[in-house]
Nanobody, 124 residues
Framework: QVQLVESGGGLVQAGGSLRVSCAASGRTFNSYGMAWFRQAPGKGREFVAAIDGSGGMTYYADFVKGRFAISRDNAKNTLYLEMNSLKPEDTAAYYC?????????????????WGQGTQVTVSS
């Protein structure tokens, strides 16, 4: 069983930066891939970024390429999402997901474990 706790969300002005974190429980943190998804009010959950267990492979949604960076610290059992050049349309609840070992990293159904979400609000 894996438990995920996100932190670091908040209110930021357009063009600003924010880093959200996801602390994971368990001793096999580096054995599975993780991802960030987001969900804006009235919209479905969408893929943002993913990373494999070693941190050597990363995947991004087209709309965040060049602005967001996903990383992980396996010694601290923590996943990060560094968000730069934020836009009002990035406003959403950001969810950490974990548990993928193979398959489609962009598909939410590939992840058995989810955090409770952290709110990111970008003002114009």
């Amino acid at each position: 069983q894996v438990q995920l706790v996100e932190s670091g969300g908040g209110l930021v002005q357009a063009g600003g930066s924010l880093r959200v974190s996801c602390a994971a429980s368990g001793r096999t943190f580096n054995s599975y891939g993780m991802a960030w998804f987001r969900q804006a009010p009235g919209k479905g959950r969408e893929f943002v970024a993913a990373i494999d267990g070693s941190g050597g492979m990363t995947y991004y949604a087209d709309f965040v390429k060049g602005r967001f960076a996903i990383s992980r610290d396996n010694a601290k059992n923590t996943l990060y999402l560094e968000m730069n050049s934020l836009k009002p349309e990035d406003t959403a609840a950001y969810y950490c997901a974990a548990g993928i070992r193979s398959g489609n990293y962009r598909n939410s159904g590939s992840y058995p474990y989810w955090g409770q979400g952290t709110q990111v609000t970008v003002s114009s």
